[in-house]
């Protein structure tokens, strides 16, 4: 097995501590991760990784290899690709994480154009709203939506993602259309709650540069927003709502837009990477398309200009 391969397979036992799990993500045989270990402990003479039969660890040796290791994929890959000039020929394996809709709604059908004009690539695309640990998954880069924990990891921020107040025509018609935030106590919402703690989002807006907020009745809660589309639909009430889920109800008459003054702040959104100092080609290629896909569907970000 040549050395670069050798990096590889370190650096993902490295991060995911664990050799089944690496030998999953790589699809390689377990026995296979664990050999290319060993050969490049036997090449470096010093042990790089802690074994027990409950975890594997980085040795203060391998924790800095590690970080040699990093920079001399990245140097090699820029190396290797800096020659290829023509954009057909960028070949590899990127692997992306997106939230559902996203990726339902904007990045799938798009695809095949982009696999069309990059034949050397293979896309394994991740649609999910759960947090995704890239170093366990393997996973290339990540695309989240909203205000960022604390993170490691490397940020690019590739706009601001409208929301919009929205309900349907029947609805307006049984209860009246709301003209201001002070009309809303007379209205059903359909609650949303969060997936990962249960609590029920309040209905926010901005005035005059602040955010505002105020809690709304509503006798239809949902967990997702595939859910708080439909019951929006349906009729059973007000929704905030992403621009990609509902610009083609409101073209369509499905969804009238309501409080155009009073929406909530954008969305930032923002694609992560692992600490590398630079982007192997495919990747590149990847992330400039689907910055370029996204800023159809969200407003131009300033500050990131």
Not at 38 to 56: I, Y
Not at 120 to 142: F, H, P
Not at 169 to 186: I, K, M, N, S
Request: aromatic share 6%; hydrophobic share 40%.
């Amino acid at each position: 097995m040549d050395r670069i391969d050798l990096l590889r397979i370190f650096i993902r036992v490295a991060e995911s501590g664990s050799f089944t799990h690496a030998a999953d993500t790589l699809q390689m045989p377990r026995s296979t991760v664990s050999t290319a270990v060993q050969e490049l402990e036997n090449r470096l003479g010093t042990r790089l990784l802690s074994r027990t039969t409950r975890s594997v660890r980085p040795t203060e040796d391998g924790r800095r290899f590690h970080q040699n290791a990093l920079r001399l994929l990245a140097d090699f890959e820029e190396a290797e690709n800096q020659f290829r000039l023509h954009s057909t020929e960028t070949r590899g394996h990127v692997k992306v994480n997106l939230p559902g809709r996203i990726g339902r709604l904007i990045v799938a059908p798009a695809l095949p154009a982009f696999l069309d004009r990059y034949p050397g690539l293979d896309i394994e695309l991740g649609m999910t709203d759960r947090s995704v640990n890239l170093a366990e998954d393997g996973t290339d880069c990540v695309l989240r939506v909203g205000p960022l924990r604390d993170s490691s990891l490397i940020g690019r921020k590739l706009g601001m993602l409208p929301v919009f107040n929205v309900a349907s025509p029947a609805y307006l018609a049984r209860y009246g259309t709301p003209r201001t935030p002070e009309d809303l106590p007379d209205h059903q919402a359909v609650l949303y709650a969060s997936p990962s703690t249960g609590r029920i989002e309040e209905w926010e807006w901005e005035k005059d540069g602040r955010e505002e907020s105020m809690p709304l009745r509503g006798r239809v809660t949902v967990n997702s927003a595939e859910g708080a589309v439909a019951c929006c639909l349906a009729g059973l009430g007000l929704a905030q709502l992403p621009a990609y889920d509902v610009l083609p109800h409101i073209h369509r008459g499905e969804l009238v837009d309501v409080l155009p003054q009073w929406r909530p702040g954008p969305l930032p959104m923002t694609l992560l990477y692992p600490h590398r100092k630079h982007l192997s080609r495919r990747l590149e290629v990847f992330t400039e398309w689907l910055a370029g896909l996204l800023n159809t569907h969200c407003f131009p970000d300033e500050a990131a200009a």
